[in-house]
């Protein structure tokens, strides 16, 4: 007998389907560096409870001179004991002028090639629901850049209603 079960549930509320193609950039050093170590417990050799803040910025391309229309501002934290795995929570705060203040609310594990999940979101992503497929594309020991897809679904709120 299965430990679960499924079954569909109407939904009364509007949704809206997003994709985007972006381009998170990653830097530990250098003159680009938008990370920087809070803590290290230096538990060797998997460098467990090791935490960085974070304010990657995610571009519209994969170029250097691309428009950032994104930034991701969180932490990520090495918690293998035994092997290097990264969890990562961030905010997505959008900057350009379509999306402007909203943000998408991310989180998982950080394996080259992988997912990550939304669980929230606030402005036009309102209760946002969905997966981030990320994949390193270009890398070193300095900087990566991850390419993103993102596809979630999330409800328009009227936001002229007050309480």
């Known amino acids: 007998q299965a430990y679960y079960q499924t079954a569909p549930v109407e939904c009364p509320l509007q949704r ?60 990520h934290m090495q918690t293998g004991i035994t092997n290097t795995s990264w969890y990562t929570s961030f905010n997505m705060v959008f900057e350009d002028e379509r999306f402007s203040g909203s943000t998408l609310q991310v989180m998982g594990v950080t394996p080259s090639d992988g997912q990550w999940a939304i669980s929230g979101g606030t402005g036009e992503f309102a209760l946002a629901h969905g997966i981030i497929k990320q994949k390193v594309v270009q890398g070193n020991a300095d900087e990566n850049v991850k390419e993103l897809h993102v596809h979630a679904f999330y409800t328009k709120m009227n936001t002229s209603v007050t309480a």
């Open 16 to 75: 809206t389907e997003l994709y985007m193609h972006l381009f998170l950039r990653q830097a530990a050093a250098g003159p680009n560096r938008n990370q920087a170590e809070i803590l290290n417990p230096k538990v060797q050799p998997s460098g467990f409870g090791v935490t960085a803040a974070s304010d990657w910025t995610i571009a519209d391309g994969l170029e250097p001179s691309a428009k950032i229309v994104a930034r991701a501002k969180g932490f």
